[in-house]
């Protein structure tokens, strides 16, 4: 499967069978992104709460791609009221899709949509396809659980953010690479505004420091993993 980066927490999937999902695709009001909503095709429309910043385009993709959200169940609530479609699921549970496997997982953060609607509990999420996992944090502090997450399910590539303030900073998110055992750490959520400014250079500086793997990516790049 390849994965792509546009900034901030927006990340496409693209399966070796040909389905696409997006994580969060926040474009158009993103000042980092290098793509826009309109550019992007998708089967499945990945959320971890309903923030602003990770809601983003989502509708405008899914009514021009008629996209299936995955969110959590206030949030897959949330989309049907807008009209879409959703599978609704929760924290702790995982459900085999034509693209692969997804299980959410705990994020401590919050989840109100930009409309004040209660998005439930937010989340983080495993997507494992092709033979590969890859675990995307979501908007969270650092918590020790990840090494539980890490355990049950071997990760490939961790998606996690390190621009503080929202979220983790560097460094509690070089120790949540620490305890959920990632074969290769990819730094997210930071950049997009100067509260969250933070170098992912001296993240993985760090990253390696502890004996672990890390890859920045660029925006807009994409990798086969
Ligand atoms: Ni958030
Ligand atoms: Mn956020």
Redesign the pocket.
Known sequence: MKLRYFSHSSFQIKTDAGHTLLIDPFLDDNPTSPVKSADLAADFIVLT?G?G??VGDAFKIAKRTRALFICVNELANYCIGKGFSAHNMHIGGAHTFDFGRLKFTIAH??SMTPDNTYGGE?AGVIITADGKSVYHTG?TGLFYDMKLIGEMTPIDYMLLPIGDN?TMGIEDAVKAVELANPKVAIPMHYNTFPVIAADPGEFKKKVEAIGKKARVMNYGEEILL
């Open positions: 709460h923030h910043d990770h953060h919050g937010p908007d929202f």
